[in-house]
């Protein structure tokens, strides 16, 4: 089955500075990978994702890039915010009736 | 605002009760999920389910963990008996599928206690 290995664990930043969290899967087949924000008493939250046939994609504050060469794929965050501060997951599907796999996820801490 | 709604949102039980966890999925959804998040483990798969169907429960304990979908708008997880190693927040999500890929929506997740 699929394998998604994330870090850092922990992540600490000043305000204003970027962040990066970076995973890594184990499955070829593995096309669709959505990250997902947590903040403390709330469910996961989907805030953006990518998908094999494209290589970055941004939204706003925030980027993706994905080698599925190496099966890399990247969280960018710039120009942090407090507000930013969550536990952040990364997660991997071959699509179709396969699981979606998560990281173990990263605890971000922005510093104001 | 559509968005998943579970219930309880906490719970404390006694070891070798019952505990019985409901979800709403987003109206339209075909796909629902439960996860299990822990410290130690993170988020996993326990099951999922597909136009009612189940398609995989092989992330739960068959033994004492139970899942159903008795109509399009309530999916239930069930605990009997429970363990303290049991004690988790149990998330449900749910998504639409159309053939490619499922973008799932969480719950804000039921805080299981077991004593």
Known sequence: GENVEQHPSTLSVQEGDSAVIKCTYSDSASNYFPWYKQELGKGPQLIIDIRSNVGEKKDQRIAVTLNKTAKHFSLHITETQPEDSAVYFCAASAGGYQKVTFGIGTKLQVIP | ?115
Not at chain 2, 1 to 23: L, N
Not at chain 2, 32 to 57: H, I, K, S
Request: hydrophobic share 35%; with cysteine.
């Open chain 2, 1 to 115: 605002d559509a968005r998943v709604t579970q219930t309880p949102r906490h719970k404390v039980t006694e070891m070798g009760q019952e505990v019985t966890m409901r979800c709403q999925p987003i109206l339209g959804h075909n796909t629902v999920f439960w996860y299990r998040q822990t410290m130690m483990q993170g988020l996993e798969l326990l099951a999922y389910f597909r136009n009612r169907a189940p398609l995989d429960d092989s992330g739960m304990p068959k033994d004492r963990f139970s899942a159903e979908m008795p109509d399009a708008t309530l999916a239930t997880l069930k605990i009997q008996p429970s363990e303290p190693r049991d004690s988790a927040v149990y998330f449900c999500a749910s998504g639409l599928w159309r053939g490619v890929d499922t973008e799932a929506f969480f719950g804000q997740g039921t805080r299981l206690t077991v004593v």
